[in-house]
């Protein structure tokens, strides 16, 4: 649903907004809410894929879009009616002048990053798109800044929609299709033994907190089921109290994760002290031989029963979840935000509806 309603306010709705209005009710009241909305979720959606980045065919139809969007005078698509870029009752075009050659600029670097195959994040892209129409230029047109900025807003916009719904798609490895920010090696506490894990939540120290945490928390959160959710809270509360003790100096400081223990399935809350980051199966930390004292029967007890449990089935099928959780991972972060289709030497380009209406007879004959 969220990506539905992205795409119906970077696709539906243009980008200039509506005249002002003292109306509370009625059509130009409505029209007023769903811009107003659009600025606040295109906020959450900026914070949520500011960190991933585009390379290769993203980048490049990035480039192109731009160029098409000053070829038009600052139009992003049909639904802009005015180019804003070509202001014929200006007395002096020089700023739009300026502003044009930035964005061309842009439009080069950004084909040259796609060429070298270099990573270039949303955020720099949001943060160097600005400088294009801020920086020493409009300071006596206010009006027409604001105006190429809601044309630029959309431009980035419908560029961060198809890259938000793959950060925020989950890993089918997760019982709850969960949105995983690593994974890792995570024990309930210093007496259990590593077990493979996805992250799902993230409460941090002050110092340490970014705006996505709480997203990533939330969303996870949504998709976990009544009965869950009720019973994490304890674990939760712990953890809220754990970091307050940090604040207040009484413990040192670290971050506190919601886990999704592989293999069975399992959620919990552990401690910053009890994850191992970067999952490798080959490095297990459960046979890293840690010091322990000679001549115990409780160690080595212990020591038995973690052998037993990283000798079970369920051990391994829970490394090699990880892995798959890891690859699918990876997978939605390579140069996201690229359709399936665009791509020419794509096998299913052939598929397309006229192909689809065909007999299987016809399709043959044409060598679908």
Request: some cysteine.
């Amino acid at each position: 649903r969220n990506f539905f309603n992205a795409l119906w306010q970077e696709y539906m709705l243009p980008s200039d907004p509506p005249p002002p209005t003292n109306k509370k009710t009625g059509p130009e009241a409505h029209a007023h809410a769903a811009f107003a909305k659009r600025q606040e979720d295109r906020k959450r959606r900026l914070v949520v894929s500011g960190l991933s980045c585009m390379a290769g065919t993203g980048l490049a139809r990035a480039a192109s879009t731009l160029g098409e969007f000053v070829a038009k005078g600052g139009k992003v698509d049909k639904l802009d009616t005015t180019r804003v870029l070509e202001d014929p009752s200006l007395a002096d075009d020089h700023d739009l002048r300026v502003v044009k050659k930035n964005l061309l600029d842009l439009q080069a670097r950004l084909n040259k990053l796609s060429e070298a195959g270099t990573d270039y994040g949303i955020d720099e892209l949001a943060g160097d798109v600005k400088k294009c129409y801020t920086e020493d230029v409009f300071e006596n047109e206010p009006v027409l800044r604001m105006k190429i900025a809601h044309r630029l807003d959309r431009w980035i916009g419908k560029i961060i929609v198809p890259i938000y719904e793959a950060t925020c798609r989950g890993v089918s490895q997760s019982s709850i299709w969960g949105c995983m920010a690593a994974a890792v090696w995570a024990r309930e506490s210093s007496k259990k033994p590593y077990w493979p894990a996805l992250v799902l939540g993230i409460m941090a120290p002050d110092h340490q907190k970014e705006e996505w945490h709480s997203e990533l928390t939330l969303r996870n959160e949504s998709r976990l089921p009544e009965k869950l959710k009720t019973q994490l809270v304890a674990g939760k509360r712990r953890a809220e109290a754990a970091l307050k003790k940090q604040k207040l100096g009484q413990a040192e400081p670290q971050s506190q994760f919601l886990v999704e223990f592989l293999g069975t399935h399992e959620f919990i809350w552990v401690r910053e002290a009890d994850i191992v980051e970067e999952f490798d199966a080959v490095e297990d930390p459960n046979q890293g031989g840690g010091s322990t004292a000679s001549g115990s029967k409780k160690k080595r007890a212990s020591r038995s029963n973690i052998a037993n449990i990283i000798g079970s089935k369920i051990y391994a099928t829970a490394k090699e979840e990880a892995k798959w959780a890891f690859e699918e991972f990876e997978l939605q972060l390579q140069d996201v935000g690229i359709g399936a289709s665009e791509n020419p030497t794509d096998e299913d380009e052939g598929y397309s509806f006229p192909v689809l209406c065909q007999s299987d007879d016809e399709a043959d004959e044409v060598g679908v």
